[in-house]
């Protein structure tokens, strides 16, 4: 069975940093595609970064050179380093996987997602 964990949400100022965590077990992580996504109050879920098995990487445009997106396959761990955050960042953030070699940000590709948390960024 496939497990999401998110860890490492909260509140923070404008300028500020935070670094999400997304444990995974019940497959073979090196083998799949692995996604964060977020959800606004009121808004539709966006990809925000996304990381194919053998590296391969991209982002939504509103977070290029501020957030980076890596995956330690070792600890079978996805991360999303978030830098200079903005009170526009605030939103539920997901993490998500699929076992194809690469998903891209569309949330319709991904099967598994964790359960979200909350990152609160004021101004």
């Known amino acids: 069975q496939v497990q999401l964990v998110e860890s490492g949400g909260g509140s923070v100022q404008a300028g500020g940093s935070l670094r999400l965590s997304c444990a995974a077990s019940g497959y073979t992580y090196s083998s799949y595609s692995m996604a964060w996504f977020r959800q606004a109050s009121g808004k539709e879920r966006e990809g925000v970064a996304a990381i194919g098995g053998s590296g391969v990487m991209s982002y939504t445009n509103s977070v290029k050179g501020r957030f980076t997106i890596s995956r330690d396959n070792a600890k079978n761990t996805l991360y999303l380093q978030m830098n200079s955050l903005k009170p526009e960042d605030t939103a539920m953030y997901y993490c998500?996987?699929?076992?194809?070699?690469?998903?891209?940000?569309?949330?319709?590709?991904?099967?598994?997602w964790g359960q979200g948390i909350q990152v609160t960024v004021s101004s």
């Open positions: 998500a996987a699929r076992q194809i070699p690469y998903g891209g940000l569309g949330p319709g590709n991904y099967y598994y």
